[in-house]
């Protein structure tokens, strides 16, 4: 073991299945998305779409790319989650992106 505990860092995430890393990262994602479109406990002062934009982009580039790899029943309620921060996102946007140009629709395609 290193002086830092690295090698049981290794070691520990070496033991975890692909389709958990993938589902615990989305969900960070997920959530954080959230927070910044105004959907947690202090909107005002959490509110963010900047950086709502690059969360919901980076999750369904994640997803997109995952969903054939962890199967549809991982999958489906990420791909809901995701829908349900684009969707506030643009309720949140004061000058809505084009239909297929908002957060993360080149992946999904539009969302209305």
Known sequence: MGPDGADDAARDISEVPAIELVNTVAVHLL????VKVGLADD??????LDEARKLITSLAGLVTAAATEIGDQHARP?????????????????????PGKGPGEKYTGPVT
């Open 31 to 34: 959530s954080a998305a959230a």
């Open 43 to 48: 909107p005002e002062r959490q509110t963010d």
């Open 78 to 98: 990420l791909r809901d989650g995701l829908r349900s921060v684009q969707l506030a996102f643009r309720e949140a946007s004061a000058i809505p992106d084009a």
